[in-house]
């Protein structure tokens, strides 16, 4: 009996309040977008630092002929300077740290120069004595790079030791701020989201105030009087959740999945299981928030 009662009133206060329940439902949809994209992004960033950290390497870049560092007065970088650098690479102190060693000489360098820059003034300026030749070493823990990096610190015929994860952070520092400006429209229309429901159960309880005073009069419960109202935000809260769950999959699907990945195969993009994942949370925040906003507003303008 009480079941149908309150399937009743649901129902009777979403159709008094139509054009607010869409409004609602449409800014829990918008808002839950921008939490959800926000964290699928957050976990795309995750996943290409994983994979980009995993296969960079420290290069320790011997004297070139023309080098103005200070460990490099001497000239270009010898034969003995080169051999001593290698032992120090493959000593047991720093064994610890590497996982494995390759020589690159300036003929392969000036190689994979002209490939990278294929096309360009530069590549057409470079000549081979122009570029050094360098050790790229691969880390058993690419975070440790400093100690290879302050071991060669003022090893003659070294020039320089470059981690190359630092080419890397100023992309990922993008992808954050993304990341960071997608979680601040989110929060922003999280709040309007929870304006409009508190202003929808207002008018909703206003509208049924008639009802609401018999009620008071036979002994019905705080509970049971209150609860329609409480339902009715939570019910418009998760069919917007629902919608923006529906998008993300649909993007993801065959946005990421579909076009994406065969545009641009360097790397593995976030799927539907993340979605998946991502799912429960926008649920679970959209009934937070149209309980949160509904009590509140309950307790002030419907005080039993």
Excluded at 13 to 20: E, F, K, S, V
Excluded at 55 to 81: H, I, M, N, W, Y
Excluded at 215 to 240: N, T
């Amino acid at each position: 009996m009480r079941l149908r009662f309150l399937g009743g009133e649901i129902l009777s206060g979403l159709r008094r309040n139509t054009a607010m329940t869409v409004s609602v439902v449409l800014v829990t949809f918008v808002s839950l977008v921008f939490v959800g994209a926000g964290a699928l992004l957050q976990l795309q960033v995750g996943q290409m630092k994983d994979y980009w950290y995993d296969r960079v390497q420290v290069s320790v870049f011997l004297c070139a002929k023309d080098s103005e560092a200070p460990t490099c007065t001497g000239g270009e970088v010898t034969a003995a300077q080169r051999q001593e650098v290698l032992t120090e690479l493959q000593s047991p102190t720093l064994a610890p740290y590497v996982e494995s060693v390759q020589f690159e000489s300036k003929a392969d360098a000036y190689k994979r120069f002209q490939e990278q820059f294929k096309g360009t003034a530069i590549a057409d300026s470079a000549t081979e004595d122009q570029l050094n030749e360098s050790y790229r070493v691969k880390l058993k823990d690419p975070t440790k790079y400093e100690v290879v990096t302050q071991y060669f610190a003022g090893t003659p015929g070294v020039e320089e030791v470059q981690d190359q994860r630092r080419v890397l952070d100023p992309f990922f520092t993008v992808l954050n701020v993304a990341t960071a400006v997608a979680g601040g429209f989110a929060v922003i229309m999280i709040v309007a989201a929870a304006l409009l429901i508190a202003t929808t159960i207002r008018l909703s309880a206003f509208s049924r105030r008639r009802e609401t005073g018999i009620m008071r009069l036979v002994g019905a419960s705080k509970l049971l009087i209150q609860l329609p109202f409480l339902l009715e935000g939570v019910l418009a809260a998760v069919v917007g959740a629902g919608l923006a769950v529906g998008v993300l999959y649909t993007a993801v699907r065959f946005g990421v999945q579909g076009w994406l990945v065969q545009a641009l195969p360097l790397f593995g993009y976030v799927g539907t299981h993340q979605v998946w994942m991502v799912a429960p949370v926008l649920l679970g925040i959209a009934v937070l928030l149209a309980g949160v906003a509904s009590v509140t507003t309950l307790s002030r303008y419907l005080r039993v």
